[in-house]
């Protein structure tokens, strides 16, 4: 079910430029001397549409291979379709859509391929930060988010560590790049969330227990941390991340074997 959009296009938002510009002599002649709202109106509502439409792929909401219907969201969210084709231009060339002639628009798939590729700079990225974080991280941070997992896997229901635990997954992750030291670095990774978040959303809750899988793996890492030891703290995040890689690529093939089957 798609999210309601915080802002509805307004009959302002549709002006026509010699609208805006028979509103602007109009007021020039009366000495109204307003400042020209109309591009910042204009600007904030293709970036609220931009992020709604994206908030529906990332979280998942809109699956892989699925069809994206903009007349849809264009009714729901009370807005006219030129914003909604200029963001799926724009996550189209993110690499979360795809744009098929006389066909349509949809949301593109990861291969076992692609999900290496960004588990390698993972790999790579968060092994180096998490071994730069590792003496400048407080222990009390550590123990806080270590004690977030602990306090998630004990839920008492299955579907409730999944929730508990999809809700702290990624919080060593963050620590990490929060206490890095280095800021090209944080960026780098930064900009690879939003596929994380795609692949987690859409590839890893499809494994059994997916969060219930990885808690050791981060208490791993926050208990390396705590030891002071970057090297280790390094391993242990290189171990999970691979790991996890392995288990998403694994299931991806398996559904390609029993797609062609």
């Not at 839920?155 to 620590?175: R, T, Y």
């Not at 969330?193 to 890492?221: G, K, S, Y």
């Amino acid at each position: 079910m798609a999210v309601a959009l915080p802002i509805a296009e307004t009959d302002r938002d549709r002006h026509t430029e010699s609208d805006v510009d028979k509103m602007a002599n109009s007021k020039l002649m009366t000495n109204i001397a307003e400042p020209p709202v109309e591009p910042i109106a204009l600007e904030t509502l293709a970036g609220r549409v931009f992020d709604a439409l994206s908030a529906e792929v990332l979280s998942g909401r809109l699956r892989p291979g699925q069809r994206v219907d903009l007349g849809h969201y264009a009714t729901i969210w009370n807005v006219s379709l030129t914003p909604l084709r200029d963001a799926a231009k724009q996550l189209e060339v993110l690499g979360f859509l795809k744009v098929m002639p006389r066909r349509g628009i949809f949301v593109a798939e990861l291969t076992a391929k692609e999900v290496k590729d960004i588990f390698d700079l993972r790999i790579a990225f968060e092994s180096m930060a998490v071994r730069l974080a590792t003496p400048r991280i407080p222990h009390a941070e550590v123990e806080r988010v270590r004690q977030l997992y602990i306090e998630a896997g004990e839920a008492a229901k299955l579907d409730e560590q999944d929730e508990s635990l999809s809700k702290v997954d990624l919080l060593i992750h963050k620590l990490a790049l929060d206490y890095c030291g280095n800021a090209r670095l944080r960026k780098m990774m930064e900009d690879m969330w939003d596929l994380v978040e795609w692949c987690q959303n859409t590839i890893a809750l499809r494994l059994n227990e997916p969060f219930m899988t990885t808690l050791p793996e981060h208490l791993a890492i926050c208990d390396a941390i705590l030891s002071g030891d970057p090297e280790a703290a390094s391993d242990a995040m290189f171990d999970h991340l691979a790991l996890t890689s392995e288990r998403i690529q694994t299931i991806l093939q398996q559904e390609n074997r029993q797609g062609g089957a």
